[in-house]
């Protein structure tokens, strides 16, 4: 197994651009596919990217993935950011075992 | 539109089992993995089990491993979780989640539609 290591919070002011990161600490950042999910207070979570770069109809282009296999992480922005993009963030893939892994979370607050 | 109705969530004492049911509708159930994810109350996700669209795949993670069975019925759209031995670590809402895919590979762990959750309570 392996571990998604992410930032316990990030903040920034309505309009600037915030990114989170998530660091593979065994293996290779792109050898499984990798997603994104916003969790609301008293909602479930919900896809904002997958497969590394992609996202679900509705989500809009403000959200975007990357991956940076020197640093072996991969990163969420968030651009011109809104109160409504407040939210627990979690990045998750799988292993060679078929096991999902999850990230710890990302509380992002918008100031 | 996708729905997963999670049921079977309650208190129950340490060691005793439970089993979770998820009824699903909404689109071709076997086509799809699916999966029980857990959230302590606070806390962060953490993936429980999953398995194939045919259950010839099925996946554990270590924590529970020896302990839970998933398992699905594909004639009634429905998918289980049976916990037994429960520790209180194990308590948690538990979300059934379908996959976007058919296999516990690749797509099959985009995690595309979730449940609302049942909350499982173990305590003496």
């Known amino acids: 197994n392996f571990m998604l290591t992410q930032p316990p919070s990030v903040s920034g002011s309505p309009g600037e651009t915030i990114t989170i990161s998530c660091t593979r600490r065994?293996?290779?950042?792109?050898?499984?596919?990798l997603q994104w999910y916003r969790q609301r207070p008293g909602s479930s979570p919900t896809t904002v990217i997958f497969?590394?770069?992609?996202?679900p109809s509705g989500v809009p282009d403000r959200f975007s993935g990357s991956i940076d296999r020197q640093s072996n992480s991969a990163s969420l922005t968030i651009s011109g950011l809104r109160t409504e993009d407040e939210g627990d963030y979690y990045c998750q893939s799988y292993d060679d075992n078929n096991r999902g892994v999850f990230g710890g979370g990302t509380k992002v607050t918008v100031l | 539109e996708v729905q997963l109705v999670e049921s079977g969530g309650g208190l129950i004492q340490p060691g005793r089992s439970l089993r979770l049911a998820c009824a699903a509708s909404?689109?071709?159930?076997?086509?799809?993995?699916m999966h029980w994810v857990r959230q302590a109350p606070g806390k962060g996700l953490e993936w429980v089990s999953g398995?194939?669209?045919?259950?010839?795949?099925?996946a554990y993670a270590d924590s529970v491993q020896g302990r839970f069975i998933i398992s699905r019925d594909n004639a009634k759209n429905s998918l289980f979780l049976q916990m037994n031995s429960l520790r209180v670590g194990d308590m948690a809402f538990y979300f059934c989640?379908?996959?976007?895919?058919?296999?516990?590979?690749?797509?099959?762990?985009?995690?595309?539609?979730w449940g609302q959750g049942t909350l499982v309570t173990v305590s003496s």
């Open positions: 065994s293996g290779s950042i792109d050898s499984k596919f």
């Open positions: 989640v379908k996959g976007a895919g058919t296999n516990l590979i690749g797509e099959g762990f985009h995690f595309d539609n």
């Open positions: 909404g689109f071709t159930f076997d086509d799809y993995s």
């Open positions: 398995l194939s669209w045919n259950g010839g795949v099925i």
């Open positions: 497969e590394h770069y992609h996202r």
